[in-house]
């Protein structure tokens, strides 16, 4: 996916001024006073954080073990793992599966990693026909939008637009029909669905989790789609990142426990599929074969640096949902796959801090991410990892970086320091005695554009202090 | 007030940090604070060569002066049995990040961590260490207490203003929607990213004016301007001020937040 994330303050103005999304912004509020009530409702729930947080800690100190067990499973199981540096590579990869099967239709399942490599437009390219099965990846295939929430890609939609989209894309649909509630969208899909889930060849999906113990891929979704996505088609190509991989079936479900909850205070979400190789002799359904696309794409270069916390993520959306800047925007003003605090660090990770630099610094660093973060990834510690990787590369302005190196070096001269507030105080409490504050004034335009500025009371506290009681005055 | 110790030789010593905006903006709050820590028993100093905690520099990424500026506060203030700040962010600056920040540094981190040890935000300082309860101190207005997010999330500071609200006679305090929320001040934040930083405070806003309240307290004087130049601006009479100011009951000392007068109703 081309990201336009070095141009975020734009992004940001366009979203903010945009009153379509701004009216559908609310909705993933919704899953916070749940996720809130699962919580309370788990006593164990900061303890399992801990668990959590060990088992993916563990996981990626061995990473090259647990990822080479994971293939062995696999290849014992009669499924095969394709290894990907890049992107290039994964697409490569998915593409000579399809070719090898002659395939035509491929149908997929929710995954990011897909949207990190831009598969559905290069299998276009190459004359494949990718049709998206999840509801709301389905919606915003039909729109040619990216998602714009890790966990409901379509959220910056309402349910009009969605009506909207299904009128103008699906040819025969009688204009009488109605098309305003949720059921009808779903069934509507549905029907349009049904057929290509036939039709397909492959079937692609992602993974929350790959368990090296037996080999086995993990997805988690609310709609089953999933489930017909590698089950009906003859192949079954499963595209995950390598840091995916937990030791075994026990840690995937410790780490399931805080998933759903997390996410959208489900308990549990309603399927979670294991899938392990393909069919065997006797199984009643399932694809003749079982790959894994495993992608690194820049993240073996995070490990042993403090940036591997990073990959503990399980791409709840918890995080996001809980951002009052992702709140205020909404996904697609990120720039590129993944939005929100988990976006800010992972997108300067991965494409490099000089095109990213903006989304570490887009924070006010309210912490609330890292609060609700089940991997108790230090989101905000992240993010200023790349805030100080952008000032060594000086990617901020040089004007913002010359007034804060100004303003450090008075500041680090504490008589300078005193005599200069001293006197630019007392100028300002003079000119701001009679409204109290300032309407207007000279280089705080962001400030007064939508606030007033309070006036200073017009005397330091050092110069007062020093007047009322400079006999106890200790320097 | 109590005076609990009053002049006791054994008192604690306390050196106070004033921060940068509250001696620049608004030295009544810091006047406040010694007034309180007074109270609770504390020898209070302020050390002059004090002049910020060094956040701006922190978080616009530029270590190597917030270093600089973290080694000055170390060095003036190891020495008291107790820092206090009239800031959680200020305070979480020294308590959490300042040992972070020295870390790699073999002199200088034990030295962080000293002061790390020994630094309290203002309000918990009161609670949590000295046990100080106000009395006969009086306020008339319905509040709403806005939590800072540092304040709350790096230091845990929720219940101690609210308990202590609870003995000023003539309050009463109302909690607004969100609380948890921030108000889109972020230090050097507001100014790269006033668009969003506006949606923010617009937000929180209209949470603290549903309350009914006409009196908006925290504990963060940069909250604190945010929040008062946008009640302001939208022409609200909310009164608004730093909570240690109704603790020390120095109310009429100063005007509110952004207000030439001390009116009752804060209108201008
Ligand atoms: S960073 Fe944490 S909260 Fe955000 S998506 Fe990842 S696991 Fe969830």
Known sequence: ?475 | MTDRMGSATDAPKVGLFVTCLVDLFRPSVGFAAVRLLEAAGCRVEVPTVQTCCGQPAYNSGDRPDAVAIARNVIGAFETFDHVVVPSGSCAGMIKEHYPRLLADDADWAPRANHVARRCHELVSFLVDVRGWRPTRTRYDGRVTYHDSCSGLRELGIKAQPRYLLGDIDGVVLTEMADTEVCCGFGGTFCIKYPDISNRMVGDKVRAITTTGADTLLAGDLGCLLNLAGRLKRDGSPIRVRHVAEVLAGTCDDAPPIGEATNQPSGRP
């Open chain 1, 1 to 475: 996916m081309q990201s336009t994330a070095n141009v975020f303050p734009s992004n940001a103005r366009r979203a903010l001024a945009d009153e379509r999304l701004q009216s559908v912004l609310g909705m993933v509020d919704g899953f916070n006073g749940k996720r809130a009530r699962a919580v309370d409702r788990l006593p164990e729930f900061e303890m399992l954080r801990d668990q959590a947080r060990d088992i993916k800690n563990h996981t990626l100190q061995h990473l090259d073990h647990y990822l080479e067990r994971f293939e062995t499973r696999v290849t014992e199981a009669g499924g095969q793992v394709h290894w990907c540096r890049t992107a290039e590579e994964a697409r490569q990869a998915v593409l000579g599966i399809c070719r090898a099967v002659g395939a035509t239709t491929v149908t997929k399942g929710k995954s990011m990693v897909t949207e990190e490599i831009a598969l559905n437009r290069f299998l276009e390219q190459n004359g494949l026909v990718p049709v998206e099965t999840d509801l709301g990846e389905y919606i915003i295939q039909l729109r040619q939008e990216a998602p714009s929430h890790i966990i409901a890609p379509a959220v910056h939609l309402s349910a009009r637009d969605v009506e909207q989209t299904f009128r103008s894309h699906h040819g025969d649909l009688p204009d009488d029909r109605p098309l305003t509630e949720a059921r009808d969208l779903v069934n509507e899909a549905r029907t349009m669905l049904r057929q290509r889930f036939l039709e397909a060849d492959v079937g692609i999906t992602g993974a929350n989790f790959l368990i090296a113990e037996t080999g086995s891929t993990v997805i988690v979704t609310n709609e089953g789609n999933g489930d017909l996505t590698q089950v009906l088609p003859r192949v079954h190509v499963v595209v995950a990142s390598l840091e995916k991989v937990v030791p075994t079936l026990e840690d995937a479900t410790t780490i399931l426990r805080l998933l759903a909850r997390s996410a959208t205070g489900q308990e549990f979400s309603t399927y979670t599929t294991f899938s392990t190789g393909p069919r065997r002799a006797g199984d009643a359904d399932g694809p003749e074969a079982f790959h894994v696309v495993l992608l690194d794409n820049g993240r073996s270069a995070l490990l042993g640096t403090e940036l591997q916390e990073v990959l503990r993520c399980i791409r709840c959306g918890a995080c996001m949902n809980h951002c009052p800047i992702y709140s205020n925007l909404g996904g697609h003003a990120y720039g590129w796959v993944y939005p929100g605090p988990i976006g800010a660090v992972l997108t300067p990770a991965l494409l490099g801090v000089a095109e990213a630099h903006h989304l570490p610094n887009a924070s006010t660093f309210c912490g609330r991410c890292e609060s609700v973060c089940p991997m108790r990834i230090p989101l905000p510690r992240l993010m200023r990892h790349f805030r100080e990787r952008a000032f060594r590369e000086r990617l901020p302005p040089a004007q913002a970086r010359w007034a804060l190196r100004a303003w450090a070096w008075v500041t680090r001269r504490p008589r300078l320091y005193r005599l200069a507030t001293g006197v630019a105080i007392g100028a300002l409490g003079w000119l701001g005695r009679r409204r109290g504050r300032f309407r207007r004034f000279p280089m705080a335009g962001g400030w007064t554009a939508y606030r007033d500025l309070p006036a200073p009371q017009g005397e330091t506290f050092m110069a007062r202090w020093h007047r009322e009681r400079g006999h106890d005055r200790r320097a």
